[in-house]
């Protein structure tokens, strides 16, 4: 009794500083779960948001297992690619209880762009954030969704994500509150979000040994290659909500035929607007646009068309005005033709933000240099944990890697994932594996936990991708943290850029930065021979990665900024220990 009434205290007590939700550790009483089955929102967070009105809780069940869905095998969540649409009003409490039924592997899910703020530890990264959710085991997400936009989920792992492991997540507000309200006069984010994703010809996650070899062999918006409709009514406005939900390097291109869209927000942060015939979206970027139905009535196609990675697939949907007869449509092979010249697509780190922002001008900053290199260690060496592969099958793993291959490295390390969940068990990390950003070369092995402490105060990334070894882009990643994208550039000569050559480029007052209206990001694009500023503000604490998931399929890219955070002794002993843990191969063996 006395126990519980000391936990009741301590559970009471963290919650009133507001820095952890009492869902994410209390006693569970899952009465009032609700099984999604129908593959639609859970009605009772979905709702128009008022102001003064009381958040709430917005529960879920996800079975994630393999299944054989219409074409082909994938992952599901409760039966479904993509998994259950989520929706909740700024303030609710979103809790998803997951079940790992994915035979021999573990798994994790991510919130795409959600600041996770007090509650790092639902960020969903295997070994940072939490332990991995064992085959057979359920784990309990649940944070508040602080900001409004447009988000989205998957399964952490690569392969699984590319198996149909991802779903929307929309947090609404009151109309009154959206900056671009006046601009459309629709806002369905139930109807009107469209999440692409890429299909392969088999399950990636049972493939791992071949996984090079496996391309893409379709895309699909919201789990259809030509089946989704957008009903509209002559003349009104549509904000439709865009979500590159691909785990591989395709940007995706989206266009409307004899339509123009107006872009009025950029990973869930509303933009200047911009109108433009095309936006392009790399991997896990969103972008929100307005079309006002203002040609003739018909059906027109929306064309989603990949490039890199998804080169030549394309899927489509139709944009239909309200009383045509599009059963015509289904029958039809829209051209191939593009209608917009390419010099006219919008992407997203060249919007500006809709506030101004008050930046320093001089603060201190990181170099992040990124280019292939041929490594020289032995596989047996090497841990591919978590990058592609949801299962640690060291030592096991087929070898993907030969002696020769090279690999993307950011200064000349790939990341190495922890022995232990480093956000909740900081003194179990062994102290050999981490190397500080900035003085990797002090560290011999090819990987290491590349660690940038910081505090309270601004820093700058600067992510280049020098381009000596690879023609390759690459897109990037910032968990909990939005980024000020500062500056951005690319070799019009293609000539590769060193580190001296950034540094004198630099010096010499050649590189300007938009100190004023950068906008805020989660998902950067790197590009070849060049390079993309940010600046993060780390005032929360937690271990957030920024990474590279598309730069590889075997050696893990990335770092991790960690913030100071001391998580109450309750909420680590009530989320689950991965002390004992042993990977599902080794149990095997
Ligand atoms: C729509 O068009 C098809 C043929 O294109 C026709 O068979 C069908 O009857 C039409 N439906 C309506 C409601 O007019
Ligand atoms: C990059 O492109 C250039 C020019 O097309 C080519 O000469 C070079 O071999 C390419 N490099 C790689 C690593 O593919």
Not at 526 to 551: A, H, M, Q
Request: negative net charge; proline residues 7%; contains cysteine.
């Amino acid at each position: 009794m006395k126990l519980f009434v000391f936990c009741f205290f301590v559970i009471a007590n963290i919650s009133n500083n507001g820095k952890a939700s009492l869902e994410s550790f209390a006693p569970s009483s899952d009465t009032n779960f609700l099984t999604d089955t129908t593959h639609k929102s859970d009605k009772s967070c979905h709702r128009p948001c008022k102001f003064n009105v009381k958040p709430r809780r917005c529960y879920y069940n996800f079975e994630v297992e393999p299944s054989i869905h219409d074409d082909g095998p994938a992952l599901t969540i409760n039966g479904f690619s993509p998994g259950p649409a989520l929706h909740a009003c700024v303030h609710d409490i979103i809790i998803v209880q997951v079940k790992n039924k994915i035979p021999d592997q573990d798994l994790a899910i991510h919130w795409h762009g959600l600041e996770q703020r007090g509650t790092p530890y639902m960020d969903g990264v295997p070994m940072i954030t939490q332990c991995p959710i064992n085959y057979g085991s359920t784990f309990k997400y649940a944070f508040k969704v602080s900001s409004p936009g447009t988000f989205f989920y998957h399964a952490y792992s690569v392969t699984h994500q590319s198996d149909g492991v991802y779903g929307s997540l929309i947090v609404d507000q009151p109309q009154p509150l959206e900056p671009h309200s006046s601009l459309y006069d629709y806002d369905r984010s139930q109807e009107h979000t469209l999440i692409i994703g890429a299909r392969f010809p088999e399950l990636l996650s049972a493939s791992l040994n071949v996984i090079n070899d496996i391309p893409p062999s379709s895309l699909v918006i919201n789990g259809d290659v030509k089946g989704t409709k957008i009903f509209v009514m002559q003349s009104y406005g549509y904000r439709l909500r865009l979500i590159n939900a691909i785990g591989l390097e395709c940007p995706i291109l989206v266009s409307i035929n004899d339509h123009l869209m107006t872009v009025v927000a950029s990973d869930g942060k509303p933009v200047q607007p911009v109108t433009t015939a095309a936006v392009k979206l790399y991997p896990g970027e969103r972008m929100d646009v307005v079309v006002r139905a203002d040609q003739t009535s018909g059906g027109y196609w929306l064309m989603a068309k990949g490039e890199s990675a998804c080169d030549n697939l394309k899927a489509r949907s139709m944009f239909i005005y309200s009383g045509f007869n599009y059963t015509s449509m289904l029958e039809e092979v829209p051209s191939n033709e593009l209608n917009y010249d390419s010099s006219s697509v919008i992407t997203g780190q060249k919007l500006l933000s809709n506030k101004d922002v008050n930046i320093a001008n001089k603060i201190k900053s990181f170099y992040l240099g990124i280019d292939k290199n041929a490594i020289k260690v032995k596989d047996e060496d090497l841990d591919y944990r978590y990058t592609s592969d949801a299962v640690p099958k060291k030592p096991t793993y087929p070898s993907v890697l030969s002696l020769t291959d090279s690999v993307v490295q950011i200064n000349g390390k790939n990341f190495l994932f922890p022995n232990a969940p480093l956000l909740l068990k900081p003194r179990d990390v062994f102290n050999h594996i981490v190397c500080d950003v900035g003085a990797e070369e002090k560290h011999y092995d090819v990987q290491c936990l590349q660690t940038l402490k910081t505090t309270n105060e601004e820093v700058e990334l600067i992510l280049v991708n020098e381009g000596f070894n690879s023609n390759d882009s690459y897109t990037f990643h910032m968990h909990g943290y939005g980024m000020h994208v500062v500056a951005s550039w690319q070799s019009p000569a293609g000539l590769p850029l060193s580190r001296k050559e950034f540094e004198k480029l630099d010096r010499d007052g050649l590189i300007v930065r938009n100190l004023q209206n950068p906008p805020i990001k989660d998902t950067i694009a790197v590009p070849n021979k060049g390079f993309t500023i940010v600046r993060i503000n780390p005032d929360y604490g937690g271990t957030w990665l920024l990474e590279c998931r598309s730069c590889s399929l075997t050696l893990p890219v990335a770092i991790l900024i960690s913030t100071p955070i001391s998580l109450p002794k309750a909420v680590v002993d009530t989320l689950p220990s991965c002390g004992s843990y042993k990977p599902a191969d080794v149990l095997l063996h």
